[in-house]
């Protein structure tokens, strides 16, 4: 049997779990992982990531379907979707991208009823042989550096 160690996820484990929505402002949003906020709808940085670089454009309103969501919503949640391609092709270089939603539990949403959508960059080769043999997925990047790397960006494009 292999083994991972991952020391940081133990005070996860043993820690109380505060009660309400991940992505609602008022409830337990991690905010220190917001990269912009917009009028409607915010980009937030995955705290489990596919891999390094995936975000997520989030609306403000606890809505869990496509059609409850307004016209503002939808174009905002697609500008936002363009602004954060278009730094992470400028910074990391990606050659392509996963963009989509998982709407309930059956489509494997982890959070089914705050509808969200994942902006994920791709390289060829990014799915390694640790993927394939260990059902491990590797995290080339600290989420912290990720952060550094990316937060000027977004940072500057709120200015435009």
């Known amino acids: 049997m292999d083994h991972i160690l991952s020391p940081g996820r133990m005070k996860y484990l043993k820690s109380e779990k505060p009660e309400g929505c991940i992505f609602c402002k008022k409830s337990i949003r991690a905010e220190d992982l917001v990269l912009l906020e917009g009028k409607s709808c915010y980009i937030t940085m995955n705290k489990y990531p596919y891999t390094t670089g995936h975000l997520m454009v989030v609306p403000y309103r606890h809505i869990c379907d496509m059609g409850e969501m307004t016209s503002e919503e ?59 043999l260990g059902d491990v997925r590797v995290i080339p990047e600290d989420i912290d550096m990720t952060r550094r790397i990316l937060l000027p960006h977004f940072q500057k494009s709120e200015e435009v």
Not at 103 to 131: E, Q, Y
């Open 74 to 132: 939808k174009i905002e949640m697609m500008d936002l979707a363009d602004i954060s391609i278009a730094i992470l092709k400028k910074e990391m270089n990606p050659e392509g991208f996963n963009v989509g939603m998982n709407l309930g539990k059956a489509s494997g949403a982890g959070v089914d009823c705050h509808l969200h959508l994942h902006i994920v960059p791709r390289w060829v080769g990014d799915t390694n042989f640790v993927t394939v």
